[in-house]
């Protein structure tokens, strides 16, 4: 099992940075994929980003070129860099891991997830 624990929410506003990150401690070697994903009030989570152990990314559309995924292998802990945030990023951020071969799709991904952290919320004013 794998514990994780978010931090780096905040407030901000429009068009400033946040950095997120997620330490992760337990059975790490057994992660295959790291993500980030946020939730809406009342609506479930939704897959934001997401690195493999081969340092491949991917990105729903709505935050490319504006967040950065990266991994620090050595530390085991997750960031997300995100920049020109808007008020649509208002959510309350997870990091989550899974220890499978889930599907491409960062929507479908949710459903793999093995392990979640608390959350850290994010406003963008």
């Known amino acids: 099992h794998v514990q994780l624990v978010e931090s780096g929410g905040g407030s901000v506003q429009a068009g400033g940075s946040l950095r997120l990150s997620c330490v992760a401690t337990g059975n790490t070697n057994a992660v295959t994929n790291w993500g980030w994903f946020r939730r809406y009030p009342g609506q479930r989570r939704y897959g934001v980003a997401r690195i493999d152990n081969n340092g491949i990314t991917r990105y729903v559309d709505s935050v490319k070129g504006r967040f950065t995924i990266s991994k620090d292998k050595a530390e085991n802990t997750l960031h997300l860099q995100m920049d020109s945030l808007i008020p649509e990023d208002t959510a309350m951020y997870y990091c989550?891991?899974?220890?499978?071969?889930?599907?491409?799709?960062?929507?479908?991904?949710?459903?793999?997830?093995?392990?979640w952290g608390q959350g850290t919320q994010v406003t963008v004013s």
């Open positions: 989550g891991v899974d220890t499978g071969a889930p599907p491409e799709d960062l929507d479908s991904w949710v459903q793999w997830i093995d392990s």
